[in-house]
């Protein structure tokens, strides 16, 4: 990945808050930085066409018990 040096200015509370993050963590306050402009990169994109989603049609409102119910069957048969 080719990497391109800029200045940014930031609030310096959240710069005090990477600083510790980085120290804490033994990362660099570069990473952070790297990390939050991809981030902020990902949430420009935009599609031209629409999205496909499929309709899901349970035949009625599912409720918290049958949530449950479905997680532990999916956990029993991982097992």
């Known amino acids: 990945m080719a990497l391109k040096k800029t200045t ?11 600083k510790e993050a980085a120290a804490r963590e033994g990362r ?9 402009f991809h981030i902020a990169a990902l949430r420009t994109r935009r ?4 999205w496909e989603i499929p309709r899901l049609d349970f035949g009625g409102p ?17 097992r």
């Open 8 to 18: 940014v200015m930031v609030d310096e509370a959240d710069l005090a808050l990477i």
């Open 28 to 36: 660099t306050e570069s990473e952070y930085f790297r990390e939050a």
């Open 47 to 50: 599609w031209d066409e629409d």
């Open 62 to 78: 599912v409720t918290a018990e049958d949530i449950d119910e479905a997680v532990a069957d999916g956990v029993a048969d991982a």
